[in-house]
């Protein structure tokens, strides 16, 4: 059985997320203990709640046993998108960024019964992967689909992308790289966009007001059930603007 989560350590920025209570079911439970020795990433802690200490970087090439492409997901939920991905693609390498245990223990049974050897997770706050676990220039690619839109006013500062946000990305991501984002939110749509548009390191890779939607993205079940009740679904998509100073 897994240690529990660590008690909250306040930041003095918020995050993203909120903690979500609950013990992991018997099968989470089994595949945690299975298949975490494979997949899951030890992370040298900070003071906070699945923070990363700085100066923690990993070597990808030895984490992942070869040199290769490297696309990261932040917000991987129960990896439907990253187990399609890493399954389909085995020659590049691939990154979950998530903090929900539940979520983590199915990614890593569904990716063991894919054989997705090209996949790894990792159990932290997911700005701080970029900034302190990854090196920078690593990323070929970083999806960002359907964050938390925090859609009341008050909670706005909240969501995961700003220009805080913006400037870690174009650190991590290497150039030429591409920052895809998705969500169904329009007003956080927009907001996106208006951050990256105005990001340094970071230029539109699409014309018109929203981009084409990313091919590589599965069709999930919360992405139809955004379309059914009539939201619109917004993609993005950004190229780190060579020799840029981010």
């Known amino acids: 059985m897994p240690d529990s989560p660590p008690e909250p350590v306040f930041r003095e920025r918020p995050v993203s997320f909120v903690v979500r209570s609950g013990r992991m079911s018997d099968g989470q439970e089994r595949a945690w203990a299975a298949y975490s020795d494979v997949y899951l990433l030890e992370v040298p802690r900070g003071n906070a709640v699945w923070s990363v200490r700085a100066g923690s970087a990993i070597d990808p090439a030895v984490v992942w046993g070869r040199e290769a ?10 990896g439907h998108q990253i187990i399609h991905a890493s399954s389909s693609r085995p020659d590049v390498d691939f ?14 049974r569904d990716a ?4 997705a050897q090209n996949l790894r997770l990792v159990e932290a706050n997911a700005p701080e992967v970029l900034e302190h676990l990854l090196p920078a220039a ?4 970083l999806w960002v689909f ?25 650190r991590a991501v290497k150039d030429g790289g591409m920052l895809r984002l998705a969500t169904d939110w329009e007003h956080y749509a927009r907001q996106m966009r ?24 599965v069709l999930t079940a919360f992405e139809q059930k955004g379309a059914r009740v009539g939201r619109s679904i917004r993609d993005l998509a950004y190229r780190r603007t060579t020799g840029a100073d981010a």
């Open 95 to 108: 990154l979950a960024v998530e903090v929900f245990r539940a979520g983590l223990a199915r990614t890593m």
């Open 146 to 170: 359907f964050p938390d839109p925090w859609h009341k006013s008050k909670h706005n500062k909240r969501r995961l992308i700003d220009e805080e946000f913006a400037a870690i990305a174009a």
């Open 112 to 115: 063991a019964e894919a054989g």
């Open 69 to 78: 492409p490297l696309i990261v997901e932040i917000g991987s939920g129960q």
């Open 138 to 141: 690593s990323v070929d690619e």
């Open 194 to 217: 208006t951050v990256l548009d105005d990001a340094p390191g970071f230029d539109r890779a699409f014309e018109g007001d929203w981009a084409e939607r990313f091919d590589g993205r």
